[in-house]
C-alpha cells in the first residue's frame, strides 16, 4: 500500500524521506491506485497533455462565437494586436495570453478542451506549460512531469476542498488552476521542491475569496479574461518562489483559509449568479438578452 | 478516506463548457443509457433548477442527449447533436423546471419504448455524477465502478446468494449499500466491482426468485 499524501507538508517530508520528486511520487501512487504501469499512467498524462496542445491549435484560428453570443472572438482580437504591436513583457508573455484565450473559447463553444481541475478553469494551466516549453525547448518527457506536478497539487488541495465553484467560489477553481500552473512551472524551471510548494502557497493567497459569480450561470463573463489574468498570476508565483521568496504563512495554512473563505462566503456568490458582477444592471440586460436568444 | 486521483485533477478531455452543466450531463446519460439497456424509442429529460436555467447555454441538453445516444464527453459531435442522424432516430423532449428540494443540477430520464423506466441523477462537481433513483427506488451509482443494481424483495438469504454467485467467479465486491422501503418489502441494492461480470452470472442473478430487475452498469471510461 502506498502513503497517501494528503498535505503539502506529507508531500515534502515523503519527497526528502524517498529523495524522490513530487512528480514520481504521485506517479508511482496512481500507478498502484489504478493498478496499472507507471509507463501507462505517464501515456495517459501525455493523452491530457495532447489535448491541451490541440485546443490551443484550433483555438488560435476560431473566432466562432459561443451558444450565447456574448464571446469567442477575444484571441483573435489579441493577435491582431501583437501583430502591429510587440507586448510589454515580451514573446513568452504573448504567448501566454493567447494560448489561454485560444483555450477558453474552445470550451466555450463546445470544442474539446482538458477539464484542468475543471472545464471553466481549462486554459490556466495548458497556457502556462505549452508557451513555456516551445520557448524553452522542454522536452515532452519534462512537460509530462509538469504535467503530474499540476496534477498532484490539484489533488492535495481536493483532499481539503472540492474544486467546485459552487462549494467554495472560484478561488477553487481558477486560484486552484494558478496554483498547479505556478507548481508545474517551478518543476519545470528546475525548482526544488520546496520552492514548488511556496509558489503554490503565494498563488494561492494572492487570489483567497475570488467569488463565482458569471453573467447569466454560463462559463463566460468574467471566466474568459479570468483564465488570462490567472495564467499570468502563476508565472508570477513562481519567479517569487524561485528566488527562495517564501510564504510566511505554511501552504497547508494557506489551503485551510482557503477552504475557510469558501465556508464563510455567501452561497450568493458560488456559481447561482445572484449577487456580484451577475447582478449588475448590464448583466441583467445581457441575462436578458441571452435568454431570448437560446 | 478515499485516495484521489490525478485524473480526477488533469482530465477528462471534454468538450465544453462546463464540467458540470455538459460533462456532467454526458456522463449521467451514458449512466442512464447503461441502466435502460439499450436506446429508447422516446425519451423526456426533465431538468431541474440549475440545469434548467442556464442549462442550453451549457449545452447541457446537448450533452443529455448525448449520452442517452451512447456518444462520450470528448465527441465534437455534441456541439450539433440536434442535426446527427442518431438523434433524429428517438422522440425527445426537454422539460425544465423548479424543484428546491432536488440538487442545484438534477435530471430525470423519463425512457419509453420496449419498456419504461425513471432514472434520476445529479451532476455534483467537477464532471462527477451520481445515479439517485431508479423507478423511484433510491441508487448510488457513480459511474467509478462496473456496478450490479438490483430491485428484490427484502428477505433473508438474498443478499449472500447474490455475493455468492459473484464471489465464485472471483469478482471482488468493492462497496455495496442497500435501501428498502420496509422489512420484507421492496428494497435495491447498487454493488461496485472490482471487474465486469460476464453474461452468464448475470443471467444467474436473474433466475433468484424475487428479484424484479437486475443491472450490471459498466463503468463509464471518461
Not at chain 2, 455534441?78 to 423532449?93: G, M, R, S, T
Request: glycine share 8%.
Amino acid at each position: 500500500m502506498k502513503k497517501n499524501i494528503s498535505t503539502f507538508n506529507e508531500l515534502l517530508s515523503t519527497c526528502g524521506q524517498q529523495n524522490k520528486r513530487t512528480y514520481e511520487l504521485f506517479q508511482e501512487k496512481e500507478a498502484f491506485l489504478l493498478d496499472i504501469e507507471i509507463e501507462k499512467v505517464r501515456s495517459k498524462v501525455k493523452k491530457s497533455l495532447d489535448a491541451m496542445k490541440e485546443a490551443i491549435h484550433i483555438g488560435l484560428s476560431s473566432n466562432e462565437k459561443s451558444i450565447s453570443k456574448q464571446c469567442g472572438d477575444d484571441c483573435e482580437k489579441l493577435q491582431k494586436r501583437y501583430k502591429a504591436n510587440e507586448p510589454l513583457f515580451g514573446k513568452l508573455f504573448k504567448k501566454i495570453t493567447a494560448y489561454a484565450l485560444a483555450t477558453i473559447e474552445e470550451n466555450l463553444r463546445m470544442g474539446k478542451i482538458v477539464a484542468c481541475p475543471t472545464a471553466g478553469s481549462c486554459a490556466i494551466v495548458p497556457s502556462v506549460l505549452v508557451a513555456i516549453s516551445e520557448e524553452l525547448n522542454i522536452s515532452e518527457d519534462e512537460q509530462i512531469n509538469a504535467l503530474i506536478t499540476a496534477g498532484a497539487i490539484g489533488s492535495i488541495v481536493q483532499n481539503k476542498v472540492a474544486l467546485a465553484g459552487a462549494i467554495a467560489g472560484c478561488q477553487a477553481e481558477c486560484g486552484v488552476a494558478a496554483a498547479m500552473s505556478a507548481g508545474a512551472l517551478v518543476q519545470i524551471l528546475g525548482g526544488s521542491e520546496k520552492q514548488m510548494v511556496h509558489a503554490v502557497a503565494l498563488a494561492l493567497k494572492n487570489i483567497l475569496g475570488l467569488t463565482c459569480d458569471p453573467v447569466a450561470g454560463l462559463v463566460e463573463i468574467p471566466c474568459v479574461k479570468r483564465n488570462v489574468f490567472l495564467a499570468i498570476h502563476s508565472v508570477t508565483a513562481a519567479e517569487l518562489a524561485l528566488a527562495d521568496i517564501e510564504s510566511k504563512i505554511p501552504t497547508d495554512e494557506v489551503v485551510d483559509a482557503l477552504c475557510q473563505t469558501g465556508q464563510l462566503m455567501s452561497p450568493m456568490l458560488k456559481e447561482s449568479s445572484q449577487a456580484g458582477l451577475a447582478k449588475t444592471k448590464t448583466a441583467l440586460k445581457i441575462e436578458q438578452r441571452v435568454l431570448n436568444n437560446i | 478516506m478515499k485516495q484521489s486521483s490525478l485524473f480526477d485533477i488533469i482530465s477528462p478531455i471534454m468538450v465544453g463548457p462546463s464540467s458540470s452543466h455538459t460533462a456532467g450531463a454526458v456522463r449521467l446519460g451514458l449512466l442512464s443509457r447503461n441502466i435502460y439497456g439499450l436506446t429508447p424509442k422516446k425519451i423526456t429529460f426533465k431538468l431541474y433548477n440549475s440545469y434548467a436555467l442556464t442549462g442550453r447555454g451549457h449545452g447541457t441538453d446537448k450533452g443529455l442527449l448525448a449520452g442517452v445516444l451512447g456518444i462520450p464527453v470528448d465527441d465534437t459531435r455534441i456541439k450539433n447533436i440536434f442535426d446527427l442522424h442518431e438523434a433524429n432516430e428517438v422522440n425527445y423532449q426537454f422539460e425544465f423546471l423548479e424543484d428546491f428540494n432536488r440538487h442545484p443540477n438534477s435530471v430525470d430520464f423519463i425512457f419509453e419504448g420496449t419498456q419504461k423506466m425513471t432514472v434520476s441523477g445529479d451532476s455534483v462537481g467537477a464532471g462527477n455524477v451520481r445515479i439517485t433513483n431508479i423507478n423511484n427506488f433510491p441508487v448510488d451509482l457513480t459511474g467509478e465502478y462496473n456496478s450490479l443494481v438490483l430491485i428484490y424483495k427484502d428477505r433473508l438469504g438474498i443478499l449472500s446468494k447474490v455475493s455468492g454467485i459473484i464471489q465464485t467467479e472471483g469478482v471482488n465486491i468493492a462497496a455495496m449499500n442497500c435501501e428498502r422501503i420496509a422489512k420484507g418489502e421492496d428494497a435495491s441494492m447498487c454493488m461496485s466491482l472490482d471487474c465486469a461480470l460476464n453474461y452468464s452470472i448475470i443471467e444467474k442473478i436473474k433466475r433468484i426468485d424475487d428479484i424484479y430487475l437486475v443491472r450490471h452498469v459498466g463503468k463509464l471510461e471518461s
